[in-house]
């Protein structure tokens, strides 16, 4: 997939949507750190985990540096608020509509109470006329 050619939130979204960049990215919560480092729990080969670096970095998501030898890589927090803003609009629509849902689970429940207690009240009763009524 060309992750340039997409517009940055949806090049966002691509590399977030791959396992191995998201486990990337939950480690460099932790700081920056090099590229051999990053490899180090995973299975597969440096080059490949330079290509998952490039579609994060490309995607706006980390970035790297070189300071002498060393090439630490670090998360960029501004990107992933970006898409933190893109889902709260949704966050706040799905949390609107369950808690429309938890009222009406709530009315639905409360009137199965009311009438089971209904019915049980009007069993008892009826139970007490059978019990009350003399024998003929």
């Known amino acids: 997939m060309n992750y340039v050619a997409l517009d940055p939130l949806s090049a ?3 590399a977030l949507a791959d396992p191995t960049r998201r486990a990337i990215l939950a480690r460099l919560t932790l700081g920056e750190t090099s590229v051999s480092e990053l490899a180090e729990p995973f299975a597969i080969s440096l080059p490949a985990i330079s ?3 490039k579609v ?8 790297r540096s070189r300071e002498a030898q060393w090439r ?6 501004a990107a992933l608020k970006e898409v933190d803003t893109w889902l709260e609009r949704y966050r706040r629509f799905w949390e609107a509509r369950l808690d429309r849902l938890d009222a009406y689970l709530l009315e639905v429940h409360a009137a199965e109470t009311a009438q ?11 139970k007490a006329r059978v019990r009350a009524k003399p024998a003929r």
């Open 12 to 14: 966002k979204f691509a």
């Open 51 to 53: 290509k998952h670096l």
């Open 56 to 63: 994060l970095e490309t995607a706006g998501l980390v970035a």
């Open 72 to 77: 630490p890589c670090r998360l960029e927090p």
């Open 116 to 126: 089971t207690r209904k019915r049980t009240k009007r069993r008892a009763t009826q």
